[in-house]
């Protein structure tokens, strides 16, 4: 009778076993292209990736290289202060996106060229989310900003 238990219980745990893992690796398959990696100007110059690799670039937006185009196209270039990138976008911009800002952008590196599909810019480095005011309030941590 024990050995039926313990053949069961092992039967049981290798058919956890198995379910988790296969979970993982259905998790994994469905992710494989919601995963953007983050790159820098310099690691593009680097090691360019393949034109159809959709990766994230960011920066700063250089001072004077913001161009305007035909329609809603604008070209500008970002760096990291080592190397820039062109960067192009169709599209509106976001309304904090401005020469000297941070900005990340996702997209794929064609011909020399970053062809951006989302452009995200920095908040202003005294931004934070309400959610996390209301959270250090609570803990007594949280100090209002001194006005400029």
């Given at each position: 009778m024990k050995t039926l238990k313990k053949r069961?219980?092992?039967q049981i745990i290798l058919l956890a076993f198995v379910a988790l893992a296969l979970a993982t690796g259905l998790i994994g398959y469905a992710m494989r292209d919601g995963i953007n990696y983050f790159r820098s100007p310099t690691q593009v110059i680097a090691e360019p990736p393949a034109p159809n690799e959709v990766f994230r670039i960011g920066g700063l937006v250089e001072e004077g290289s913001i161009v305007r185009g035909q329609?809603?196209?604008?070209r500008f270039t970002v760096t990291d202060g080592g190397e820039s990138v062109k960067v192009a976008f169709t599209g509106v911009l976001p309304d904090l996106f401005s020469e000297g800002q941070?900005?990340?952008?996702?997209?794929s590196y064609v011909d020399g060229v970053f062809q951006a599909t989302e452009i995200l810019a920095k908040h202003d480095?005294?931004?934070?989310?309400?959610?996390?005011i209301d959270?250090?309030?609570?803990?007594g941590v949280y100090e209002e900003p001194a006005d400029s």
């Open positions: 069961r219980r092992v329609g809603e196209t604008v941070g900005m990340v952008g996702t997209g480095e005294t931004y934070m989310p309400k959610e996390v959270a250090l309030k609570e803990q």
